[in-house]
C-alpha cells in the first residue's frame, strides 16, 4: 500500500520568502499526486494535482510542484509567500495507481508566514 | 463554498452513543468519500461510495458504518462512541474516481465526553 511523508509538521517564513513543502511517497509505479489547502476553519481544496505530461504543474495562486520519478518526490514551491498562504498542505497520492483508488494523504505541514 | 453540505456541524454526545452525520454532495458528483482528521492521526480515509455502491474502504472501524441514497446523499454512522473517536469529520465529493478533484465540506465536529 501507498504512503506519503511530508518530512515537516511545520514551517514559519517570513513574508515575501521562498518556501519549499517537503512530500515524498513510497511507491514507484505510475501514481497520481495532489496537494491540498487546508484555511483555518475550512475543509480542504485542491491546490495542484500530476497525472501525467509535464512533470511541473502549476496552481493559479503562484504555488508548483515538480514530479520527481527517481526520487518518489513531489514536493510544493512558492518564490515568494504572502501572509494569506498561512494554512496547513497536504501531499496525497492515489492508493493503486489506478484510477479507480482512493486517496492516501501525508499528514500535513503547516505554513506560518509572518510579516 | 464548496457546493458539499454537512450536519450538523458541531455534535457533541457522550461513550457509548451513536450518532448520524449526514452529506450532500455538489450536484452532478457521483462519489462521496469519508474522512476522519484527528491531531494524532492526521487524516484518515475511512471510505468511499459510487452512485450507490461501496467503492473504497479505508481505516473504518467496525463500529462506524456508511451508506450512499439514491438520491447520493451520504450518511456515516458511528457507534458504540470512545473518548478517541472525537474528530473533525469530513465529507468530499467528486465527479467520479480518484483523477477528479475532490471537494470537501467544512466537516463536523465530533466530542465524545
Known amino acids: 500500500a501507498q504512503s506519503v511523508t511530508q518530512l515537516d509538521s511545520q514551517v514559519p517564513v517570513f513574508e515575501e520568502a521562498p518556501v519549499e513543502l517537503r512530500c515524498n511517497y513510497s511507491s514507484s509505479v505510475s501514481v497520481y499526486l495532489f496537494w491540498y489547502v487546508q484555511y483555518p476553519n475550512q475543509g480542504l481544496q485542491l491546490l495542484l494535482k500530476y497525472l501525467s505530461g509535464s512533470t511541473l504543474v502549476e496552481s493559479i495562486n503562484g504555488f508548483e510542484a515538480e514530479f520527481n520519478k527517481s526520487q518518489t518526490s513531489f514536493h510544493l514551491r512558492k518564490p515568494s509567500v504572502h501572509i494569506s498562504d498561512t494554512a496547513e498542505y497536504f501531499c496525497?497520492?492515489?492508493?493503486?495507481?489506478?484510477?479507480?483508488?482512493?486517496?492516501?494523504f501525508g499528514k500535513g505541514t503547516k505554513l506560518s508566514v509572518k510579516p | 463554498d464548496s457546493g458539499v453540505t454537512q450536519t450538523p456541524k458541531h455534535l457533541i454526545t457522550a461513550t457509548g452513543q451513536r450518532v448520524t452525520l449526514r452529506c450532500s454532495p455538489r450536484?452532478?458528483?457521483?462519489?462521496v468519500y469519508w474522512y476522519q482528521q484527528s491531531l494524532d492521526q492526521g487524516l484518515q480515509f475511512l471510505i468511499q461510495?459510487?452512485?450507490?455502491?461501496?467503492?473504497a474502504k479505508g481505516n473504518i472501524l467496525e463500529r462506524f458504518s456508511a451508506q450512499q441514497f439514491p438520491d447520493l446523499h451520504s450518511e456515516l454512522n458511528l457507534s458504540s462512541l470512545e473518548l478517541g473517536d472525537s474528530a473533525l469529520y469530513f465529507c468530499?465529493?467528486?465527479?467520479?474516481?480518484?483523477?477528479?478533484?475532490?471537494?470537501f465540506g467544512p466537516g463536523t465536529r465530533l466530542t465524545v465526553l
Open positions: 468530499a465529493s467528486s465527479l467520479a474516481g480518484v483523477v477528479d478533484e475532490q471537494f
Open positions: 496525497a497520492v492515489s492508493d493503486d495507481g489506478g484510477s479507480q483508488g482512493n486517496l492516501i
Open positions: 450536484s452532478g458528483d457521483l462519489s
Open positions: 461510495y459510487y452512485n450507490g455502491e461501496e467503492r
